[in-house]
């Protein structure tokens, strides 16, 4: 094995207890790799902390800011551990994202990386450094430091494996791969052994906490593999690849931190109104999930940790409209090819109908069935994982 990327997780570095045991799983793959670059995240809870701390002082912080606050975490995790790796006698540098060359778009809190310049890092693995890079974070043409969103480490893991031809991309957390569903919610979870990226990017834009989207469009478009694995354990963990199997329910995830936004005026809404309000959303940076029209209302869903950020922006720019916010819940049914079975579908509205949960819509994609509700407690996931995974052939 010649050159293998490693990523941490924040509950994997979260004191030093737990970094001399990153230290030691370092060193172990450092002896089969000749090359070993490793990227982190924040601390435990770093990144909450700041973001609450920058909210104390103003309910909207400047996007720019924050991003020059939040990558200070990051910097602390791969500067601790690399002060420890050379402690042991691993010869260890860290680096920021703008020194690992990482070049991102101008887009603050969501940065997309645009080029990765690796002279740097090749020039620190030939004298036999491990890399530490700080994850999360590169630096734009206007060299403002800039980050690519939660879970933005993993993506940084996977654009270093792609401009570095790594072999091997680990992304290691403290859960010992991927599962059929929150093993914090339901009590009989499968571990999945593999799973394709289109259905991995089904969970993952479902709202699951488990890999950040854009590291699984980068695997799948270079064609890298993908291993999530825990930090604490020394099991296989799930492979993440190309490989789609026969049709079977994979996941269930339920998203509770989402917001449907409605703007309603008197008059219709011409469509330059429509173009226009769209531009400006996106403009400002925020994640649409839809956007949809009616004669005189357009309802659109987004995150519920930019509903103030939407609220002020709509409330500036457009006076006329009447804004409403309500909060839902997002249920995802993930499994390739799930749209070709209607016992699937079926199996699920009886079950929330036997739970009189109401139903607000339903999508359905290749690989996903999406139900928005009001509400959807434990019980209703615990029996739909019972009935479409454990115990039933799909």
Request: aromatic fraction near 6%.
């Amino acid at each position: 094995m010649n050159t293998v990327v490693l990523k941490f997780g924040g509950s994997s570095v979260a004191d030093n207890i737990k970094l001399n045991i990153v230290a030691k799983k370092i060193i172990s793959l450092k002896q089969e790799a000749k090359n070993v670059v490793v990227v982190v995240s924040a601390q435990g809870k770093t990144t909450d902390k700041l973001i609450k701390e920058a909210q104390e002082l103003s309910a909207i912080p400047e996007e720019r800011e924050m991003d020059m606050l939040l990558s200070t975490g990051e910097q602390i995790t791969a500067s601790k551990l690399s002060i420890l790796l050379n402690r042991k006698g691993y010869p260890a540098i860290s680096l920021t994202g703008w020194q690992a060359g990482i070049r991102t778009n101008g887009v603050h809190r969501s940065a997309k990386i645009e080029q990765i310049y690796i002279d740097r890092m090749e020039k620190e693995l030939e004298k036999g450094n491990i890399i530490i890079v700080a994850g999360f974070q590169g630096v734009d043409e206007n060299e403002d430091i800039t980050t690519l969103g939660r879970g933005g480490s993993d993506t940084t893991a996977v654009a270093l494996q792609v401009a570095l031809k790594a072999e091997k991309c680990y992304i290691f957390s403290d859960v010992d791969g991927i599962y059929s569903a929150d093993p914090n919610m339901i009590t009989m979870t499968k571990k999945l052994d593999e799973i394709s990226f289109d259905e991995m990017q089904e969970i993952s834009d479902a709202g699951a906490k488990v890999l950040h989207n854009r590291c699984i469009q980068l695997g799948k478009r270079f064609h890298c593999d993908i291993v999530a694995k825990s930090t604490f354990s020394e099991g296989s963990g799930t492979k993440i690849c190309e490989k789609i199997e026969s049709t079977q329910i994979k996941s269930i995830t339920k998203n509770e931190k989402l917001v449907m936004i409605t703007m309603k005026k008197e008059q219709n809404i011409s469509e330059k109104e429509l173009y226009d309000i769209y531009e400006t959303l996106l403009q400002h940076n925020i994640l649409l999930e839809s956007f949809e029209k009616e004669e005189n209302r357009i309802t659109f869903r987004a995150e519920k940790a930019e509903q103030n950020k939407v609220q002020e922006l709509l409330d500036r720019k457009y006076p006329d409209y009447q804004i409403m916010q309500e909060e839902f819940v997002k249920l995802s049914i993930v499994g390739y090819g799930v749209i070709q079975d209607n016992k699937v579908l079926s199996q699920t509205i009886a079950i929330l109908k036997k739970h009189n949960i109401e139903i607000m819509d339903i999508y359905l994609t290749q690989a996903q069935i999406q139900i928005l509700a009001k509400e959807i407690k434990k019980e209703v996931i615990e029996e739909l994982h019972q009935k479409l995974i454990n115990f039933s052939t799909i």
